[in-house]
């Protein structure tokens, strides 16, 4: 089993920025694929960022040059830094992993972005 715990999200304004942490109860080496995926309202579960075992880092379109994945293997954790918030980007962040041969969630946490 692994347990994933999430934390940093808010409300922010347009343009603004904020901080997902995923705190993950195995080491970070064990998954070969970790990252965010979010679930705006009426709207699917949808990958934000991932890093893979290969070593590659896969953004969605709509995030591109505004988010940035990363991890610190120390302490377990993934972040994923949000700059230049849009209100678009208002959702349910998911913290994912996948530990062969399941994948896991976070809880979620919620970002809204607001004016």
């Known amino acids: 089993q692994v347990q994933l715990v999430e934390s940093g999200g808010g409300l922010v304004q347009p343009g603004e920025s904020l901080r997902l942490s995923c705190v993950t109860s195995r080491p970070l080496f064990a998954f070969d694929r970790v990252g965010w995926y979010r679930q705006a309202p009426g709207k699917q579960r949808e990958l934000v960022a991932k890093?893979?075992?290969?070593?590659?880092?896969n953004y969605a379109d709509a995030v591109r040059g505004r988010f940035t994945l990363s991890r610190d293997s120390a302490k377990n954790t993934i972040y994923l830094e949000m700059n230049g918030l849009k209100s678009e980007d208002t959702a349910v962040y998911f913290c994912y992993v996948h530990w062969v041969p399941n994948d896991y969630w976070g809880q979620g946490t919620q970002v809204t972005v607001s004016s």
């Open positions: 890093f893979t075992l290969g070593g590659s880092t």
